[in-house]
């Protein structure tokens, strides 16, 4: 059995207790925060140790690795990545900038590789509005849903080059929000027209990529009542093909952090709600073993369409990364993006 779920660990290294539940509960995947990483030697073995809990060698591990102020791996033992925005600032040439965003991917894309991680948390789909909460800012690669979607698409084109999954998130939309959803529900009252034509257009424009993460966001035009993680009007939406006003997106759609503050109800019926509105996969971020527990209780097998979804999603790995001749590759890189680099490797804030 394969449970529809994924979760973090408190540490670097796996303890005997988050052994045995990981063992019974045999989730889907794994996430890694800055609290796991410490040397490559390190988080090898522990992406090693997690796929042994479950016995699958092909167990997804995912980090959000975005750049900016969302990196988990970070110097020294790692390079610094600039946020989203960074890559149209460094040009005029939107090829150019493209190019760029698809090489730092790629780059991106063999670190992980060599430690054994197999899914990055990008590319951020989200396209701000004036007047939105920060929480996405400089993460977002652009201000308009066009350039949002073509420099997403080449950051995803360039993790799948390198053997790693991309994941667009927050679908259908953070980018106007008010409120930081890890610590408030972020409610979004425009019209399913204006929603459409901006927060949703990057997202239709990749409904083609293997897996989705869900915005906590209550979106009015949808549903009054509940954020889109778990609605299911909004997961609809998600669903319906282009062609009837939906999203168009078939791929896997897991849940954005079940323990942030935007949802309500305990962490059991956050999961059994997120499972119910049509997400696939839910996911618990911080590593605590009493909530992944009470996660545990809300989540059943995953099984039919979702597992259908999550077994197409692995199948996009490609049997052998693009080559990459990584030093003049990144040499090439850092040059184009000088100066940019040290403000990008800054404190962290704001979670995925």
Not at 210 to 227: G, L
Request: aromatic content about 4%; some cysteine.
């Amino acid at each position: 059995m394969i449970s529809a779920a994924i979760y973090g660990c408190e540490g670097p290294v796996l303890g005997e207790e988050e052994r045995r539940f990981f063992r019974d509960v045999r989730p889907w995947g794994f996430i890694l925060f800055r609290r796991n990483v410490e040397t490559p030697d390190q988080v090898r073995a522990l992406t090693a140790a997690l796929r042994e809990t479950v016995g699958r060698a092909d167990a997804p591990i995912l980090i959000d690795q975005e750049g900016g102020r969302v990196q988990r791996l970070r110097p020294p033992h790692w390079p610094a990545y600039p946020p989203g925005a960074a890559y149209l600032k460094a040009t005029n040439d939107p090829l150019e900038a493209r190019e760029l965003a698809r090489l730092g991917a790629r780059l991106i894309a063999h670190d992980l590789l060599a430690l054994g991680i197999t899914v990055d948390c990008l590319p951020v789909l989200d396209t701000p509005t004036p007047g939105a909460h920060d929480i996405i800012g400089d993460r977002a690669y652009a201000h308009d849903p066009a350039t949002v979607a073509q420099l997403g698409r080449a950051a995803a084109e360039g993790l799948l080059a390198g053997g790693v999954l991309p994941v667009i998130k927050h679908m259908p939309g953070h980018g106007r929000a008010t409120a930081d959803s890890h610590h408030a529900l972020p409610v979004v009252a425009d019209p399913l027209k204006t929603l459409d034509a901006w927060d949703f257009a990057p997202f239709r424009a990749l409904s083609d990529m293997p897996m989705a993460m869900t915005a906590h966001v209550v979106f009015e035009a949808i549903d009054r009542k509940r954020p889109a993680t778990t609605s299911r009007k909004a997961v609809r939406l998600m669903r319906e093909d282009a062609a009837r006003g939906g999203l168009g997106f078939g791929g896997l759609i897991i849940t954005d952090d079940l323990s942030m503050n935007a949802l309500s109800g305990s962490l059991r019926e956050r999961a059994e709600a997120s499972l119910k509105a049509g997400c696939d996969v839910v996911l618990h971020c911080n590593g605590n073993l009493n909530e992944m527990r009470a996660v545990a209780e809300g989540v059943g097998r995953l099984r039919g369409a979702a597992a259908k979804r999550a077994g197409a999603a692995l199948a996009r790995v490609p049997a052998t990364p693009e080559p990459l001749d990584e030093a003049p590759a990144r040499a090439r890189f850092e040059a184009r993006l000088a100066g940019r680099m040290t403000a990008a490797a800054g404190p962290a804030a704001g979670e995925a």
